[in-house]
């Protein structure tokens, strides 16, 4: 079965600073899409930056950035020129490109960005 | 206007009472879901549809129940609800064709206080 593990609880960083969010995944396919989600305050779930599989090139939005090691089975978030509305849960999900299309996600990791 | 609304938002019940979750969607998407969030266990899966005349559980779905009343209407029920059901509840939809990668778009939540 495949799982996504996301080992700090909670990370700090300064304004204006980078902070880089871990996430594992375990998983025997070869083709398969990773997202990072952010929930702030608000609740709402709101996609940050998403990677195919198959796509070697670290996909990119802005100021967030991921670095994908499909060998290792990491999915890390990078998060420059941190603002404070960064402030919030983040998480990791997996979803397999075929069969029964269910997403993953992992437990989350709460973002403190301080002033 | 929201592309995912939930209704109520919040709610508090008393154990034993039969409550319905209702989300709906002007995205087009046919597939959608819904989940549960709890602190430290991330979001987990209670039921998805695929399209109106399709249901299928999640991996909690003991104790709740759905309806699929239209393509954009998907209503999650607790027949008789009680304390541990206390969470916050997620309705997402998606849309595997195109670009999208079946991107999951969620709506706000509705937070469940069981007494």
């Known amino acids: 079965a495949q799982t996504v593990t996301q080992s700090q609880p909670e990370m700090s960083v300064q304004e204006a600073e980078t902070v880089t969010l871990s996430c594992t995944y375990d998983t025997s396919e070869s083709d398969y899409y990773l997202f990072w989600y952010k929930q702030p305050p608000s609740r709402q779930m709101i996609l940050v930056i998403r990677?195919?599989?198959?796509?070697?090139q670290n996909a990119t939005e802005n100021r967030f950035s991921v670095n994908f090691q499909k060998a290792a089975k990491s999915f890390s978030l990078k998060i420059s020129d941190s603002q404070l509305g960064d402030a919030a849960m983040y998480f990791c999900a997996y979803r397999r490109t075929s069969g029964t299309y269910k997403y993953i996600f992992g437990t989350g990791t709460r973002l403190k960005v301080l002033a | 206007d929201a592309d995912v609304t939930q209704t109520p938002r919040n709610r508090i019940t008393k154990t034993g009472k039969r409550i319905m979750l209702e989300c709906s969607q002007t995205k087009g998407h046919d597939r959608m879901y819904w989940y549960r969030q709890d602190p430290g266990l991330g979001l987990r899966l209670i039921y998805y549809?695929?399209?109106?005349?399709?249901?299928n559980k999640g991996e909690i779905s003991d104790g709740y129940s759905v309806s699929r009343q239209a393509q954009a209407k998907f209503s999650l029920s607790l027949e008789s609800a009680i304390p541990n059901q206390t969470a916050l509840y997620f309705c997402?939809?998606?849309?595997?064709?195109?670009?999208?990668?079946?991107?999951?778009?969620f709506g706000p939540g509705t937070r469940l206080t069981v007494l």
């Open positions: 997402a939809t998606s849309d595997p064709g195109g670009s999208s990668t079946d991107t999951q778009y």
């Open positions: 990677q195919e599989a198959y796509k070697q």
């Open positions: 549809s695929f399209d109106v005349k399709d249901i």
